[in-house]
């Protein structure tokens, strides 16, 4: 039996303090509020997440669903007829 690993840390939703931004000594308040208001503006990268996910597999396997489903029926009803008229 192989040892018992450690858990890997999860990653952590919010950022550390240190990358936070920080105001810069010799900016007067109004620059720093435009400094602000342009990193508020900037959207967070988690939410960009579920926006640029590519679906188009789930598309290719419903197809192939439908087409496996459509093959299996059209067998039955095929067996069917064949069984009416050729009976044991």
């Known amino acids: 039996m192989t040892a018992r690993q ?8 919010n ?13 007067d308040a ?3 509020a435009e400094r602000s208001r342009e990193l508020r503006r900037a959207p ?3 939410r960009e997440h579920h926006v640029t ?6 598309k290719k396997d419903l197809l192939t669903i439908l087409v496996l ?3 299996v029926v059209g ?3 095929g ?3 064949y069984v009416q008229h050729y009976p044991w």
Not at 6 to 13: E, I, K, M, Q, S
Not at 15 to 27: E, F, K, N, Q, S
Request: glycine content about 8%; cysteine-free.
């Open 15 to 27: 950022a550390p303090a240190t990358a936070l931004p920080r105001p810069v000594t010799g900016m």
């Open 69 to 71: 489903g459509v093959g």
């Open 75 to 77: 067998f039955i009803i």
């Open 6 to 13: 450690p858990r890997r840390p999860r990653r952590r939703l």
């Open 44 to 46: 967070a990268r988690h």
């Open 53 to 58: 996910r590519d679906y188009s597999h789930v």
């Open 79 to 81: 067996m069917s007829f």
């Open 30 to 32: 109004d620059q720093q």
